[in-house]
């Protein structure tokens, strides 16, 4: 079973920038398709971005032009750069495979202050 660990997050002002990272036990990372989520305080977990193993990107329009997913198939790593952050983005933000899902991580939290 492939785990998943998330790091980066924390707190910004509006306008500001974060890094997420991600890391993935396991060699079955490079053979998948991999996405962020995250799921702000009441809502429902969303999907926000996605990256193909050859390194093709798709992004949610909430986060269009302000975020980029990256990898690095060697490390088993996924990140998230995040620009021109918003206080709507602050959110427990997670990877995993996409489609479907494996164990969810614990996550990383992203709080962003107007």
């Known amino acids: 079973q492939v785990q998943l660990v998330e790091s980066g997050g924390g707190l910004a002002q509006a306008g500001g920038s974060l890094r997420l990272s991600c890391a993935a036990s396991g060699s079955i990372f490079a053979i998948n398709v991999m996405g962020w989520y995250r799921q702000a305080p009441g809502k429902p977990r969303e999907w926000v971005a996605r990256i193909t193993t050859g390194g093709s990107t798709n992004y949610a329009d909430s986060v269009k032009g302000r975020f980029t997913i990256s990898r690095d198939n060697v490390r088993n790593t996924v990140y998230l750069q995040m620009n021109s952050l918003k206080p709507e983005d602050t959110a427990v933000y997670y990877c995993?495979?996409?489609?479907?899902?494996?164990?969810w991580g614990q996550g990383t939290q992203v709080t962003v202050s107007s």
């Open positions: 995993n495979k996409f489609p479907g899902f494996w164990d």
